[in-house]
């Protein structure tokens, strides 16, 4: 029995996938940071990650964090461990890929409340994960971008374009094609294991920190498949 760490983006909900497919998942878990630019935590749009749960059908667990670094992680614990006690999980998947900072840290907090971390996408090639989300039919967006060469990106769908695309970029700038290096974060609007899939009604483009560029959803609907 399982909980997944749940930002909506991408990767989370690949690493969803994984768990369903072998495991019994009961309950999502969400850290909702004050801080944009949290060491840990997925910012961007995480005000939908109940609206996600929902087209998913699976109970979420929220827990606000001032996002400061290193103290969130009480918070991160505060928030398994209460996913441990009400749902009696006995271990939490999340979506890390290549981020030591963030896997030690969440198998620290695992080991203290004595539950199993696995970590699915771990070391996967990028390219291989982004080709994966289409295999998997895993229909998600660029929420945000944070780097030179991805501002034409903002809002498009990460599909075989998306790839084509993002691979030179890659190659010139030398900067990782799924994001995995904060370049940009993702929100996920569909998958197989969703009962309804989302739908954008409104969303603007707006100006984040250090050049940054955020497609601020504001209004969206689920709807039948």
């Not at 009480?74 to 749902?87: G, P, Q, R, T, Y």
């Not at 970590?119 to 994960?129: A, I």
């Not at 945000?144 to 695309?165: P, T, W």
């Amino acid at each position: 029995m399982l909980a997944v760490l749940f930002s909506g983006g991408k990767d989370s909900t690949l690493a969803l996938g994984y768990a369903i497919r072998h495991s019994k998942v009961k309950c999502l878990i969400t850290l909702v940071s004050e801080n944009p630019g949290s060491f840990m935590f997925h910012t961007p749009n995480i005000q939908w990650v109940e609206k996600q749960a929902e087209c998913i059908g699976l109970p979420i667990m929220l827990q606000k964090t001032k996002g400061e670094k290193e103290k969130e992680l009480a918070d991160l614990e505060k928030a398994i461990s209460a996913a441990k006690k009400k749902f009696g999980i006995r271990g939490v998947v999340s979506g890390a890929i290549a981020s030591c900072y963030q896997a030690s840290r969440i198998q620290g907090v695992c080991d203290s409340l004595e539950l199993e971390c696995f970590n699915p996408l771990w070391q996967k090639d990028q390219f291989e994960l982004l080709r994966e989300l289409q295999e998997e039919k895993i229909d998600s967006i660029v929420a945000g971008v944070f780097a030179q060469g991805f501002e034409n990106f903002l809002g498009r769908k990460i599909d075989a374009s998306f790839i084509r695309d993002v691979k030179p970029l890659a190659e010139k700038l030398q900067v990782n094609p799924a994001g995995e290096g904060g370049e940009f974060e993702s929100f996920a609007l569909d998958a197989p294991f969703f009962r309804k899939k989302l739908r954008i009604l409104e969303s603007k483009a707006i100006d984040g920190r250090h050049g940054a560029k955020i497609l601020a959803i504001e209004k969206l609907e689920a709807v039948q498949k």
